[in-house]
């Protein structure tokens, strides 16, 4: 039976570098896995990709090689060294081979590895199923289903856990619903944040303290990052560059429409897409390519409302507990949802962590979080040249914006109408009817265009130059 959802394993989480958590982080952390399984002495590695998955079209622009090669070296996902771990993969004296096949995986995000070296082989099927989580499928031709939480033990070898929070056997939680949740809020003054650390003391079998203290954490990460993107960044293989400082500067000039609290949401989304895209530091949140909306919408409305890091933190675990009710009966993964999986997700995540920061009921913030997905459902994934950046940022920034009106409206009393648990239910019938081009292949929408067409290719050469070097 798989582990209840996390919010810092599944939600919140990984602290990571590069642009898709699907790909970089999940990529990372199969590779870490892998390299357990050949005790760290590995030769050569056999990558297969289905070519009715997402990989063959994204596994070198969105990261995959670059997190599965530092995974296989053994280093963490906000590893410097990253965005080199292709020098570093030959320097270590291990080939990689990949291969395109009609595999007729399931799950698009599907890993097929044969690992050997001179002595032993072994092979491992796993898939990515969005935010930077993981599951193995397959070892040595055995079935196993394991998300990397807990320590396991695999024809003599150990298989350390890759994941913050670890798993118990016994760990039971108090709810896996929105529904089951409002059930044991009824008739409470409870805020959401308070039931989101009572969910993860008994998910990870945490003390309270120890759960508002990493979301202080990821807060002061969220922090150095947006300041560090409106510093600037530069990076070569990326569509746009450093955009949020003329942001600032209109901002301060009153060029703008607004210069209040949504105004620095946005300027905040696009600092923190910008260090995304120049490999530095971001929190997956719910995913890399939603990474900025719901801190940005955090961080910025606190800073206008004067509230302190501890006040950002218990809106993030708020946020938390609505992406585990989404977690539990969908996903995050574009891959498989369309970006109103990942967009969407952020959206309602972030609805319900402002209605938190203004003092609102829970009953308020489930039904913010349910507008804003009721409002996204049907967004497709359909990134430009393969990089998740265009119209990526855009989307983030809408999803900033809608969580902030939709706040306001559940704090002013406006009717839900559809139950949150519904409204992911019938995103997930929207996404089982999405073609394929418009699930994060790059083969649809926006991507299509010529413009986009042509930007494709002169990325593509810039890498191979890189790679002749």
Avoid at 31 to 48: K, P
């Amino acid at each position: 039976m798989p582990a209840p959802v996390s919010i810092f394993n599944d939600v919140i989480g990984p602290v990571m570098r590069g642009a898709s958590s699907s790909h970089c982080a999940a990529a990372l952390r199969i590779g870490r896995l892998a390299r357990d399984l050949m005790n760290a002495d590995i030769a050569h590695v056999l990558m297969e990709f289905d070519t009715g998955g997402s990989l063959p079209n994204t596994h070198q622009s969105q990261g995959s090689d670059m997190g599965f090669f530092g995974g296989l070296l053994g280093w963490d996902a906000a590893d410097e060294r990253l965005p080199d771990s292709d020098q570093a993969i030959r320097a270590a004296g291990i080939t990689i081979d990949v291969r395109y096949a009609d595999l007729k995986d399931p799950h698009p995000n599907t890993y097929r590895l044969t690992l050997s070296n001179p002595r032993e082989k072994h092979s491992m099927i796993a898939i990515s199923t969005g935010g930077g989580m993981i599951e193995v499928l397959e070892i040595d031709g055995q079935k196993v289903s394991l998300d990397g939480g807990a320590r396991v033990e695999i024809g003599g070898r150990v298989l350390h856990p890759v994941l913050p929070v670890l798993t118990h056997p016994d760990a039971r939680v108090p709810f896996s619903s929105c529904a089951e949740l409002l059930h044991a809020a009824a008739g409470s003054d409870r805020p959401l944040w308070s039931w989101a650390v009572a969910y993860e003391m008994a998910r990870g079998q945490l003390a309270a303290a120890n759960v508002h203290a990493m979301m202080l954490d990821i807060v002061r990460i969220l922090r150095r990052s947006i300041a560090q993107g409106i510093a600037g960044t530069t990076y070569a293989d990326r569509v746009l560059g450093h955009q949020s400082g003329q942001f600032e500067a209109a901002m301060h000039s009153g060029r703008l429409l607004d210069t209040g609290a949504l105004a620095r949401a946005v300027l905040y989304t696009t600092a923190l897409m910008e260090v995304k895209s120049s490999m530095g530091v971001i929190v997956a949140a719910p995913t890399a390519g939603a990474c900025a909306a719901l801190p940005a919408s955090v961080i910025g409305f606190a800073e206008e409302m004067h509230l302190d890091e501890d006040d950002m933190a218990r809106a993030m675990l708020a946020a938390g507990l609505i992406g585990v009710f989404i977690a539990e009966r969908w996903t995050f993964a574009a891959e498989v949802g369309g970006c109103q999986a990942e967009g969407g997700s952020a959206a309602a995540m972030a609805a319900a962590a402002l209605v938190t920061l203004a003092g609102g009921t829970v009953q308020q913030a489930t039904s913010a979080a349910s507008m804003a997905l009721q409002s996204m459902l049907g967004l497709i994934c359909d990134p430009v040249a393969a990089r998740v950046e265009v119209p990526c940022l855009g989307k983030n920034v809408i999803a900033a914006s809608n969580a902030a009106s939709c706040a306001n409206m559940a704090l002013a009393g406006f009717d839900q109408v559809i139950p949150f648990d519904e409204v992911v239910d019938a995103a997930k019938r929207v996404a089982d009817a999405m073609p394929r081009e418009h699930r994060c292949t790059a083969l649809g929408g926006l991507a299509t265009t010529p413009t986009a067409i042509k930007l494709a290719g002169v990325l593509a050469d810039r890498l191979q130059r890189k790679a002749a070097r």
